[in-house]
């Protein structure tokens, strides 16, 4: 019955961000239940910072999909679906996050390294969606990931300086906001590395799997979070045998 009753603001809240997103045509109807059952299994391992992460990764990404949206579409490089996300784009973007959520959970003891772990997951995804989706806008140079030559701006794994550097900051914003709810240590660069790795990950993706078809760009947005959370693991990790 306790713990019943612990969940009963959670689900409020979670059923106000579902609606705000379904009537703000953020979410499709699929995509809204999808993102409510993540959000339920992050906040059972990770609490209300898990939770703050991931509206802090939707707001992110939401932002930077809305900004300058007319000269993305005039370019051709606007989101399909008038922007809305899909059931798979959410479990591509925070369905490592759930899964960590869940494991978290049920194995209090992983609960610690599982919380790093979903924020460099997020910290990926959010690397990833603000290089993509402001380096389209603001980048100067685009080339692809693995030649270094100029590319077609807007194709898989081609990348911007700009949009590298705008995705980090996006990661190092969650980072901050993590250190100022969780406390100081090493996870204030671990995460923006996280990120960052996450996000070349993707590109590199991009670049070759995705490019000859073998990869859908869901896929390769679920294997950038992974890469993010796996890259924080292998740092706690290597911080215990040091």
Known sequence: MTVLFQLVPVLVLLGLGMGYSYRARKLTGAAVWT???VGL??????????????????????AASAW???????????????????????????GVAGLLGLLSWLFPQFSALGLLMLAGSFAAATADTLASELGNVYGTRYVNILTF???????????????????????????????????????????PLAG???????????????????????????????????????????????
């Open 35 to 37: 993102g409510g059952a």
């Open 41 to 62: 299994l992050i906040f059972l391992g990770a609490g209300y910072l898990g939770l703050g992460l991931l509206a802090l990764f939707f707001a992110l990404g939401t």
């Open 68 to 94: 300058r949206v007319a000269d993305k579409r005039r370019l051709g490089l606007a989101e399909e679906n008038r922007g809305r996300r899909t059931a798979g784009q959410v479990l591509a973007n925070a």
């Open 149 to 191: 030559r100029p590319d077609t701006r807007g194709e898989n794994g081609v990348v911007s300086l700009e949009g590298t550097a705008l995705g980090a900051a996006g990661s190092v914003v969650l980072a901050a906001i993590y250190c100022l709810t969780a406390g100081y240590g090493p996870w204030l660069w671990w995460l």
């Open 196 to 242: 960052t790795v996450g996000n070349l990950t993707d590109s590199v993706l991009g670049a070759t799997l995705e490019r000859r078809g073998i990869l859908s760009n869901n896929v390769v947005n679920l294997l950038n979070t992974l890469a993010g959370a796996g890259t924080v693991a292998a740092l706690w990790f290597g911080r215990a045998l040091l």
